[in-house]
Nanobody
């Protein structure tokens, strides 16, 4: 079984910063792409940022220049550094990974961590 465990959410004032971390554990062959999604109240889950095993990144336009995704392949972790946060960033943030188990790739999700941006 594969588990993704997130940490680092919380309450922050507008303009502040937070760093989210996600660690994968379990038995698997390798992890392909990893990413962070978010879901605000009443909205659909959306991709925030993703990163391939080779380090190529992709960002939603709304976070470009403010958020940075990074990963440590040796530790099976992915981080999201979030700067200049604004109230529109308030959401539950979910870690996602494409994990190769035996012969197939499966999508795994973390339990989610709440990020609230408010004064």
């Amino acid at each position: 079984q594969v588990q993704l465990v997130e940490s680092g959410g919380g309450l922050v004032q507008p303009g502040g910063s937070l760093r989210l971390s996600c660690a994968a554990s379990g038995t698997f062959i390798r992890i392909n792409a990893m990413g962070w999604y978010r879901q605000a109240l009443g909205k659909q889950r959306e991709l925030v940022a993703s990163i391939t095993s080779g380090g190529s990144t992709n960002y939603d336009d709304s976070v470009k220049g403010r958020f940075t995704i990074s990963r440590d392949n040796a530790k099976n972790t992915v981080d999201l550094q979030m700067n200049r946060l604004n109230p529109e960033d308030t959401a539950v943030y979910y870690c996602n990974a494409g994990v190769v188990v035996v012969w197939s790739e499966y999508d795994f999700w973390g339990q989610g961590t709440q990020v609230t941006v408010s004064s």
